[in-house]
């Protein structure tokens, strides 16, 4: 992965700002930005992703400019070809496994049965080793289970690279180590940059090809 940002953002609420300026550049696969809690790690992975817009600066990934303040480039969410996963997760209670995992892809799966599926779908299922579970509803899987889903349906746009905003605080500490292990294991696998933001150092040392250590919303250590 080639990634090289230099941003600047203030972001105002009940009369308090907050200001993040942060500037890094690496070649690393796999990057972990690693703070405590509005340390500016999430208004960070945001501005990657298209959700908030810097003030001003740029943002170069895989060699293309998603934002340059100077230039005026600043392109949608949608345009940026990356995946998000979202803390919540935030899959669809009313879909069951298979069709939230389709709803990334432009046709979904009416009933969720095996031989309506298209055949990416499936290989997911299996990879993810969800295949049981495929015709079951959020509510009806557990914490590992709806990280699976997230991620499948993350990863079966081909995003040219994955963003994970805290992907293990939910998890108890025996489901956190099995979950960073498949994580490991999948995104070895399928070689797709990762960019993951946590507060725990253990994720750090297991993803972290590049570590950015953030406080106040700025950068304050790299390795």
Same mark, same amino acid.
């Given at each position: 992965m080639n990634i090289d940002f230099s941003v600047h953002k203030t972001l105002t609420a009940y009369k308090r700002s907050f200001t993040l300026d942060a500037t890094y550049q690496t070649e690393a696969n796999r990057l972990v930005i690693l703070g405590a809690s509005g340390s500016g790690k999430s208004v960070l992975l945001k501005t990657i992703a298209g959700l908030i817009t810097p003030d001003s600066g740029k943002i170069i990934l895989q060699d293309r400019c998603l934002f340059d303040s100077t230039t005026k480039i600043n392109l949608k969410p949608q345009q940026? @070809?990356?995946?998000?996963?979202? !803390?919540?997760?935030?899959?669809? &209670?009313?879909?069951? $496994?298979? !069709?939230?995992? @389709?709803?990334?892809?432009?046709? @979904?799966?009416?009933?969720?049965?095996?031989? @309506?599926?298209?055949?990416a779908v !499936?290989?997911?299922?299996?990879l993810f080793k969800l295949e049981g579970i495929q015709f079951q509803y959020p509510d009806e899987i557990s914490g590992g289970q709806k990280q699976r889903v997230a991620l499948a349906r993350a990863l079966i746009v081909n995003p040219k690279a994955i963003l994970l905003d805290e992907p293990f605080s939910a998890?108890?500490?025996?489901?956190?180590?099995?979950?960073?292990?498949?994580?490991?294991? $999948? !995104?070895?696998?399928?070689?797709? &940059?990762?960019?993951?933001?946590?507060h725990d150092p253990e994720d750090a040392k297991v993803f972290g090809d590049a570590i950015i250590e953030i406080e106040n919303g700025h950068i304050i250590k790299t390795s």
């Open positions: 940026r @070809s990356l995946a998000y996963l979202f !803390q919540s997760y935030a899959l669809f &209670p009313h879909l069951n $496994v298979a !069709q939230n995992i @389709s709803f990334a892809l432009h046709h @979904s799966i009416i009933n969720g049965r095996k031989h @309506s599926m298209p055949e !499936q290989y997911w299922l299996e998890l108890d500490t025996n489901l956190r180590a099995i979950m960073r292990k498949e994580l490991a294991e $999948v !995104q070895e696998k399928l070689k797709i &940059p990762m960019i993951l933001i946590t």
